[in-house]
């Protein structure tokens, strides 16, 4: 006998790090999760998702890797999420995953290197803030969840903005020295 999953969720950067991760917590009997490594295999799961499902109910954005072209294209995200948008029905979830670092750039300072992962990160988390009267509109809600990408009860975070009926804004997660003066 043929189950149909209850949610569908997309985690993009999901074959790797803290999106793997994700993924694995948020699959279950009722969660079909699909995974996506770049933002062009994600646009194209979402065209299949659309296809074979009908629907998207969960979107998660984690980008810990960013690749060469995420680092260049800093409006990846806002594409992928106005096509998602379509498919998600009311009481859909987007949840954008950042660090520290990029949420707070550049009002804090960010280790030596980081700074293009950094503004890259933020630019996509500003273009999706941007997006809030659409995601309104369609009953989607949108949580940034930025934290220690090496605190162990990251992902967990990560998947209870996903579940929770009514999620917070921004969730932190990890210690509170990122609101220190740099």
Request: glycine share 8%; proline share 4%; aromatic share 6%.
């Amino acid at each position: 006998m043929h189950h149909e999953p209850a949610r569908i969720a997309l985690v993009t950067g999901g074959s790797t790090g803290i999106g793997a991760d994700v993924a694995n917590r948020l699959a279950d009997a009722d969660t079909h999760v699909v995974r996506a490594g770049t933002s062009v295999e994600s646009a194209a799961m979402i065209d299949t998702i659309g296809a074979r499902f009908g629907r998207l109910d969960t979107l998660v954005f984690t980008s810990g890797e960013l690749s060469a072209a995420m680092r260049v294209d800093r409006d990846a995200q806002r594409r992928i999420a106005l096509r998602a948008l379509p498919l998600m029905p009311a009481g859909g979830r987007i949840v954008f995953v950042t660090s520290h670092q990029a949420h707070f750039f550049p009002n804090k300072a960010v280790p030596k290197g980081y700074t293009a992962i950094a503004a890259t990160m933020r630019a996509n988390e500003t273009a999706l803030y941007a997006m809030r009267s659409e995601f309104a509109r369609a009953d989607v809600h949108f949580t940034v969840v930025s934290g220690d990408l090496s605190d162990a009860t990251f992902a967990d975070a990560v998947v209870n903005a996903a579940n929770t009926p009514n999620p917070s804004g921004v969730v932190y997660v990890g210690r509170a020295d990122y609101l220190m003066t740099a």
